[in-house]
């Protein structure tokens, strides 16, 4: 049986971009749902799920732009292969953390590496903006 992945360019132009703004915003949303939602009883765990997809909707958003095998090949391309797997493992151990293991601080850290994570890996698609993060960095600490 053969599987055929829909690529950026069955798509045209105009639904690409509505897929990618949909997902992006949608993701943006829900962060901000879960951030404005952790002082609520059961507010952390509601902030790390819905923190959590919306960061797994905003990675997906730019599947829209280039398609998913072209995603994923620039994802794990050696520039970013360090990020995407601290990224992804995050986003899972951040899940595990509270559905499974019921611990609310490890799921808080997971979602603070995700930040970084994520950080990061945005940044190595700008040209070095990478280099400009670690020298500010730098200075930062003296």
Do not use: H
């Amino acid at each position: 049986m053969t599987f055929k992945v829909i690529d950026s360019s069955s798509l045209s132009w105009n639904t690409r971009i509505k897929g990618f703004l949909i997902c992006f915003i949608l993701g943006f949303v829900l962060s901000l749902l879960g951030s404005a939602l952790i002082f609520l009883p059961g507010g952390l765990t509601i902030f790390v799920i819905l923190y959590t997809m919306g960061n797994i909707l905003a990675v997906a958003s730019t599947c829209f732009l280039m398609g998913p095998m072209k995603q994923l090949e620039r994802m794990f391309a050696p520039t970013r292969l360090v990020a995407t797997i601290i990224m992804v493992l995050a986003l899972i151990m951040t899940l595990i953390a509270v559905f499974i293991l019921g611990n609310k601080l490890l799921a808080l850290l997971m979602v603070l590496i995700q930040f970084l994570a994520m950080t990061w890996y945005s940044l190595s698609y700008i040209p070095y903006a990478r280099d400009a993060a670690k020298k500010c960095f730098g200075s930062c600490l003296g």
